[in-house]
Every structure is written in structure tokens, then in C-alpha cells.
């Protein structure tokens, strides 16, 4: 689904994937699920572009609902696939921390759980290899992604910034559509492992200025980073 210039979703609101074009090639934002990849492809030709332009994969962390098709790219079309060196084992099948008890309503957890199934969520392939994607460095992939430090959801938890798409793509940073309870808007999100932590992160995203905010999980929101932040940081209070 096309969403502006340069800016694509791959997808829905359950699992989100970004892809990034320019002249000089795609960047993919996240992996989805492995069942997503076919998603993937017809977005990429209705964007008049092909695998062999995909020149890179940023990861916003190492969970497994956003590794889906990376480890495919990686070795069967020689994509790098970048994640911050703290979740650089997280998606390599390494231990995840245990979270606290989730809210959750019935309908809204059982709706997650069977698109993920649907979509190949239980069959993850975890990455045999990684780049470092550092905070405050721009990779040297389209659309210049710029890496903002946004531990909390997990210690290498990071937003991507892409200035010529206005965006700024952050994972699990927030959420605007709880998985687990079906709520909408810009929220903390579920299975978080410093939940404090990442709401005080998000106070880096405002420099970006960017009025696309692009969560995992949830409706693109396009009102502006700073009513996107003040709107978590007030559900937070609630």
C-alpha cells in the first residue's frame, strides 16, 4: 500500500512492514512474518522494482514477529540486514527477557494469534549474520536511514528516521493498535521489557520533526511525532 512518496506498506494493522524507495534502490524497514514475504513481492512490482533492488534490511529489534522474510533476503539474495549490536542475539534466537502479565481481551489476542499463525509466525528462520546499525549513524542505504537509539521494548530497541519520506519508523517503540486488547491509538506497546524505560526514549524522536510515525503493530499515523509522543506518554499516565 502505497502511503506517500517514497513510502510503502507492506501488510496491515496486525504486522507492518516499511519499504523505502528512491533511484537508487529500496530499503525495507522490519521483516514482518515469513508468510508476509509474497506480500512483499507484489508490493515490490507494483512499485515497478525487484528483489535486485533491495539494498538493505533495518531492523527496529531482534522480535521475532519482525524477522520474518530478513534471513531469505540475506542468503538467497545477498541483502545485509542491519540491528543494533544489543538485540544482534535477540535475532539470532537468543533469549528474550520474561515480561510482566499483559491486558488482554479475548478477541483482539485470538485475531493476533491467528494471523500470525496464517502468516507463518511459529516457523521463524532467525538470522545467521547481522550488521551494526549504531545510534546516531546514517547507513549508507536509500532514503540515508538514520538510526535513533529506543531502548526499552529491548535494550537494542532503535527508530529509523528516512528525512526525504518524513517519516520516522519505530518498531515497538509505541503501538497504534494494541495487539493483545484491540485499543487504538498511539499507546505503549505490549511486551515491553523496561516499559518506563521506553517511554522515556521516545523524547528522542522529536528532533525528527517527521509527520509520519510508523509503528510495527497499528494504523500509520500521520499527525506528527510530537502529538504521537504526547499521546503514548498520556495513555502511559492513564
Same mark, same amino acid.
Given at each position: 500500500?502505497?502511503?506517500?512518496?517514497?513510502?510503502?506498506?507492506?501488510?496491515?494493522?496486525?504486522v507492518?512492514?516499511?519499504?523505502? @524507495?528512491?533511484p537508487?534502490?529500496?530499503?525495507?524497514?522490519? #521483516?514482518?512474518?515469513?508468510g !508476509?514475504w509474497?506480500?512483499?513481492?507484489?508490493?515490490?512490482t507494483?512499485?515497478?522494482?525487484?528483489?535486485?533492488?533491495?539494498?538493505?534490511?533495518?531492523?527496529?529489534?531482534?522480535?521475532?514477529d519482525? %524477522?520474518?522474510?530478513?534471513?531469505?533476503l540475506?542468503r @538467497?539474495?545477498?541483502? $545485509?540486514?542491519?540491528?543494533? $549490536?544489543?538485540?544482534?542475539?535477540?535475532?539470532?534466537?537468543?533469549?528474550k527477557?520474561?515480561?510482566? *502479565?499483559?491486558?488482554?481481551?479475548?478477541?483482539?489476542t %485470538?485475531?493476533f494469534?491467528?494471523?500470525s499463525l496464517?502468516?507463518?509466525?511459529? *516457523?521463524?528462520?532467525?538470522?545467521? /549474520?547481522t550488521? @551494526? #546499525?549504531?545510534?546516531g549513524e546514517?547507513?549508507?542505504?536509500?532514503?540515508?536511514?538514520?538510526?535513533?537509539? %529506543?531502548?526499552?521494548?529491548?535494550?537494542?530497541?532503535? #527508530?529509523?528516521?528516512?528525512?526525504?519520506a518524513?517519516?520516522?519508523f519505530?518498531? @515497538?517503540?509505541?503501538t497504534?493498535?494494541?495487539?493483545?486488547?484491540? !485499543?487504538?491509538?498511539? !499507546?505503549?506497546?505490549?511486551?515491553?521489557? /523496561?516499559? /518506563?524505560?521506553?517511554?522515556?526514549?521516545?523524547?528522542?524522536?522529536? $528532533?525528527?520533526?517527521?509527520?509520519?510515525?510508523? $509503528?510495527?503493530?497499528?494504523?500509520?499515523?500521520?499527525g506528527?511525532?510530537?502529538?504521537?509522543?504526547?499521546?503514548? /506518554? !498520556?495513555?502511559?499516565?492513564?
Open positions: 500500500m502505497r502511503l506517500g512518496p517514497h513510502l510503502s506498506r507492506v501488510g496491515n494493522d496486525i507492518a512492514v516499511y519499504l523505502v @524507495d528512491t537508487d534502490g529500496v530499503t525495507v524497514i522490519d #521483516a514482518g512474518l515469513a !508476509q509474497r506480500e512483499l513481492l507484489a508490493e515490490l507494483s512499485m515497478d522494482c525487484t528483489l535486485e533492488e533491495v539494498k538493505g534490511v533495518v531492523l527496529t529489534h531482534g522480535d521475532s519482525h %524477522l520474518g522474510f530478513a534471513e531469505r540475506r @538467497d539474495h545477498g541483502v $545485509p540486514v542491519y540491528v543494533h $549490536p544489543a538485540d544482534a542475539a535477540r535475532a539470532q534466537g537468543g533469549d527477557p520474561a515480561n510482566a *502479565r499483559q491486558t488482554m481481551k479475548v478477541g483482539a %485470538l485475531g494469534a491467528a494471523y496464517r502468516k507463518g509466525g511459529m *516457523r521463524t528462520t532467525y538470522l545467521t /549474520e550488521v @551494526d #546499525a549504531q545510534d546514517t547507513l549508507d542505504l536509500p532514503g540515508s536511514p538514520r538510526i535513533i537509539g %529506543l531502548p526499552g521494548h529491548s535494550a537494542g530497541s532503535i #527508530a529509523i528516521h528516512v528525512p526525504m518524513d517519516a520516522v519505530v518498531g @515497538d517503540g509505541l497504534t493498535r494494541h495487539v493483545l486488547t484491540g !485499543q487504538m491509538g498511539p !499507546q505503549p506497546a505490549p511486551f515491553t521489557d /523496561e516499559p /518506563e524505560l521506553a517511554i522515556a526514549s521516545l523524547r528522542a524522536l522529536l $528532533p525528527t520533526g517527521a509527520t509520519w510515525v510508523l $509503528p510495527g503493530h497499528g494504523t500509520p499515523w500521520n506528527g511525532v510530537a502529538a504521537a509522543v504526547a499521546a503514548v /506518554e !498520556q495513555a502511559a499516565r492513564a
